[in-house]
């Protein structure tokens, strides 16, 4: 089996080569240059909103209350925003493999959980990338941490992407844009959602919403960066 690794990875080596997200260089996913470059989000945090103490940036009082608490990996800035731009949108989906541990590590901060639930992608958008990138997340998360992925939410209509969209508006556009997986039972259990970015948390929020309406009890979210307005200040 050791050797059948050996020649997948080489394999994913050849199709993907590995660039440092912050300078390209070749070989790594994140050099020891770049990575010092941006802190990730370290203790003592908020506990409800996950945002160092030392950032003095408390941001609990835009985080929807259906959120039970929010751990984020960094700031949406610098290496962290160029990965997940490039993870997302130019086929890097092997750059996974890198999240996967950043992300394990902010997940072990909201266990016990019952599962890890990604954000589901409408399926014509889903043609469109061809992949999840939210589940794709969830899956190498939940081999690390051994809690089970479940794909709890259906999107049931196509929302406009929100990144264009200002804070009222995101809220009314993803209302009513998911539902739960018919069967589902949930009652008194705990979730973390998985995605890669939380801005104003609008779209977990509508996630957060149908789960705690169906029973669930906690619901936190885990991503790889959180958008600060001030992450400039860092
Ligand atoms: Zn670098
Ligand atoms: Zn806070």
Known sequence: MKSLSNVLNFATELVYPRHCAGCRRRGTWLCMACDADLPGFTPPLCAGCGVPAALRRCQCDSTPSDLSRVRSVGPYAGWLREAIIRFKYEGEWARAEHFGP????????????????????????????GFNQSRLLAEHVGRLVDIDVRDLLVRQRMTDPQARLGAAARVVNVEDAFALRRDAAIAGQDFVLIDDVITTGSTLAACAKVLRDAGAREVSVATLAREIETASAL
């Open 102 to 129: 950043l992300l394990a590590q902010v997940v072990l901060d909201l266990v016990p959980s019952h599962g890890l639930v990604p954000v589901p992608l409408h399926p014509r958008r889903y043609r469109q990338r």
